[in-house]
């Protein structure tokens, strides 16, 4: 009786150890789990042809799922992206009275309907803001297009009569990812956003490849299939140089795995129909480097469900904003320019002259300039004054009503050569042209025989023959452009 009690005994030891041991195991399960701060958007369907996709906002830091959409006049709404700040999505979805998918920007929190971005009955999908917030790079039909928030215009990366889709920014904003054709014969390929000159990355013959997002300034993530025996998705990360790619650890060959997008260095957040989904696809967090992966019902059992959880990105808030007041103003020149100067709004004034950097190894010039906006008018000069001032065929005066990412500077009035080079230095000094306004006239004074005057747009709207003093018949209100037979200046008529 004794030997059964100690038996009996000994039995509930190891029950209660191994109880101990499952309560840890658990226990140090969940202490594992990576810890994710920021907010995650994402949509769900029962299938893309049923058109009855939903658009989720989990906040992890509060452990929130809020539904967005239920008021908009909005169908299928998916593949949302944050805005750099976090406080605006863009995302597409169908436009009833068109019945055509359309691109639209919200305001988180707002209880204003979604902005729809699209024009008539065109098919637009694949929104991503650029880094710094300006602009939305989007698929129109088969076409790549970069719009500008600010003005609505679009400046079309694609050529027509090919297929593109799924554009992705670099971080710095000056290429683009994105996927050509479809199915099998689809391949991985960078835009130069600035040339617009395609290059393929990656092709797996007969495969699919897709869905590239960037990872960071070397590399991106994108989708692939595993092979021709077997087809499903698998995620790797392909580099913007186009250096051979890599399976990422957590891939297995029991689901597929797709839609990667970045939560940090470490960590992506991914759709997969591996063994234990609570539907078809479930979203999951994974380590790149280890292969451990997550799914997210363990931050939220409202999160993956029967139907297919898919396109999910995340707003990092630790992640630094680039600064919205600033904007680089890049500018080609004529081979023989030595030196290229700004003047205008951007630069406090059209007195002030300020000298750009050349870019190695080409016949250009940038600056970056704080506190900068795209309505500001500036103009180049070859030189610390006017008498360099950028022209146009005609030889009249070029000014830039707005910025644009790279400006052509045909020609110049006269071309400085810095000190220290085998071409005459400056010119003498010319007396100082005095322009001033009085009941919308201009007045010229100065050293001069004769005086033309130019408005924005480079027309040339009066003209005379004269010495020294030019009174001009009413302008409008605007900025006008003075040129004489010696100088040129510019005054603002309020």
């Keep these: 009786m004794k030997t059964l009690k100690i038996f009996i005994g000994l039995i509930l030891c190891f029950t209660a150890v191994e109880a101990s041991i499952a309560s840890v195991s658990s226990t140090e399960s969940v202490a594992a789990l990576p810890v994710l701060k920021g907010k995650m958007v994402y949509h769900n369907y029962t299938s893309y042809d049923a058109r009855d996709s939903r658009l989720y906002l989990f906040d992890f830091a509060s452990n929130q799922l809020i539904r967005l959409g239920d008021s908009w006049n909005i169908t299928h709404p998916m593949n949302a992206h944050f805005s750099p700040d976090g406080k605006q999505i863009t995302f597409m979805g169908i436009n009833p009275p068109t019945d055509s998918w359309s691109i639209y920007l919200y305001e988180l929190g707002s209880s204003q309907a979604p902005v729809r971005l699209s024009t008539g009955n065109s098919r637009d999908e694949d929104p991503k803001f650029s880094p710094d917030g300006k602009k939305i790079v989007f698929k129109r039909n088969e076409r790549i297009g970069e719009m500008t928030l600010a003005t609505g215009s679009i400046n079309w990366l694609t050529p027509e009569g090919a297929s593109y889709s799924m554009p992705y920014y670099s971080p710095d904003g000056a290429k683009l990812v994105c996927s050509k054709d479809g199915g099998q014969n689809s391949s991985i390929c960078l835009i130069d956003i600035q040339t617009k000159a395609i290059k393929v990355l990656y092709d797996k013959p007969d495969l699919q490849d897709y869905y590239p997002v960037a990872a960071d300034g070397n590399s991106f993530y994108y989708t692939a299939g595993f092979s021709a025996s077997n087809r499903i998705d698998q995620i790797y990360r392909g580099y913007w140089n186009g250096q051979n790619g890599a399976s990422l650890p957590f891939n297995r060959t029991d689901g597929d795995y797709s839609d990667a997008y970045p939560v940090n260095d470490r960590l992506v957040i991914l759709s997969s129909t591996r063994p ?41 808030p630790e992640t630094p904003v680039t600064p919205s007041n600033s904007l680089t103003y890049t500018v080609q020149v004529p081979s023989k320019t030595k030196v290229v100067y700004i003047v205008g709004n951007p630069t406090d004034g059209w007195g002030n002259f300020v000298e750009m950097q050349r870019v190695p190894g080409e016949n250009k010039f940038t600056i970056t300039i704080e506190n900068a906006t795209k309505n500001m008018e500036y103009e180049y000069c070859a030189g610390p004054g006017w008498e360099y001032e950028e022209i146009d065929a005609r030889g009249r005066p070029q000014p830039h009503p707005q910025w644009t990412a790279l400006d052509i500077a045909v020609d110049f009035m006269a071309y400085y050569e810095p000190a220290g080079t085998d071409s005459k230095p400056y010119p003498e000094p010319i007396p100082e042209l005095i322009i001033t306004c009085r009941n919308n006239m201009i007045t010229v004074t100065g050293e001069f025989k004769e005086v033309s005057i130019y408005d924005i747009s480079g027309q040339r709207i009066q003209y005379e023959k004269v010495t020294n003093r030019f009174t001009s018949k009413r302008v409008n209100p605007g900025l006008y452009f003075i040129k004489t037979d010696k100088q040129s200046g510019k005054i603002v008529v309020r």
Excluded at 295 to 306: F, G, H, K, Q, R
């Design 276 to 316: 234990g989904s609570a539907g078809g696809y479930d979203l999951y967090v994974a380590d790149v480097e280890t292969g451990e992966i997550y799914s997210l019902a363990n931050y939220s059992d409202e999160i993956n469900t029967s139907r297919e959880d898919l396109g999910a990105a995340y707003h990092n």
